[in-house]
């Protein structure tokens, strides 16, 4: 019999203290360090930043303020990681664990003070919330390519008995791979003639031309107005996700 196969289709952060594994534990630690300049002053970075907050952007906003290296990518995997919804039920979380007496790295002080921090650092930024909307809205326009191969051969034209080759057709077809609606990957295939073949390259040209005109006018009309998605990437830009 084949071997079953569970394919499970993603989960949700833990926000609550009780399913906190020991990585976030370690993040949150080092976030209850934090001074109250550094939390103030993040806070009014956070708020005032342009444009669209990705992941480097981030990092590069809480580096500015938190200059410990470890500290700072801890501040910035809660930012990612935790809403203002998640706040009070992970510190209540925490609270109970410590008294029942788990061996845990946060003391009693140090979540009282990690209460503090998180009721004024994690707020719904403007910044990164119209990140996270773009990312959002990539994922709801249409199913993600994965992959596109344009696949040419000959197929060979026999004679009646099967025993001579009297012509070779050349063909081409087109491989499509997409994500589809559950996560698993989709593929399309159809054959292509010539012309088709050179109708899509010409398509491909002008929409090409077209997006370029389109990046122009959008950074004329907003500077910062283009988010750094995959699926918005110009060609040959390197990505600025951490």
């Known amino acids: 019999m084949p071997e079953s196969v569970v394919y499970i289709r ?12 020991p990585n976030m534990l370690a993040d949150l ?14 806070c009014a970075q956070l708020s005032q930043a342009k444009g669209f907050l ?8 809480v580096c500015r303020t938190v200059k410990d290296q470890k500290i700072a990518r801890s501040v910035h995997t809660t930012l990612c990681n935790l809403g203002p919804e998640h706040t009070t039920r992970l510190v209540q979380g925490l609270a109970e664990r410590v008294r029942q007496r788990e061996d845990l790295p946060l003391t009693q002080a140090d979540i009282d003070r990690l209460a503090e921090i998180l009721s004024k650092l994690i707020m719904p930024y403007p910044a990164l919330a119209r990140f996270q909307k773009a990312e959002r809205l990539a994922k709801l326009t249409g199913q993600s390519l994965e992959s596109i191969e344009l696949i040419c051969d000959l197929r060979p034209i026999f004679d009646e008995n099967r025993k001579q080759v009297e012509g070779m057709m050349p063909y081409t077809r087109l491989h499509i791979v997409a994500t589809g609606e559950d996560g698993l990957p989709k593929s399309f295939e159809a054959e292509l003639t010539h012309r088709q073949v050179n109708d899509l390259h010409e398509k491909a040209a002008k929409a090409n031309d077209k997006l370029d005109v389109l990046r122009k006018s959008v950074e004329r009309w907003l500077p910062e107005g283009i988010p750094d998605l995959p699926l918005t990437r110009a060609p040959g830009k390197k990505a600025t996700d951490a």
């Not at 990705?54 to 906003?61: I, R, T, V, Y």
């Open 54 to 61: 990705d992941s480097k952007a981030l990092a590069a906003e």
């Open 10 to 21: 993603g989960f949700s952060p833990p926000t609550d203290g009780a399913s906190a594994d």
């Open 29 to 42: 630690k080092a976030v209850s360090t934090l001074s109250e300049d550094e939390v103030v002053s993040l």
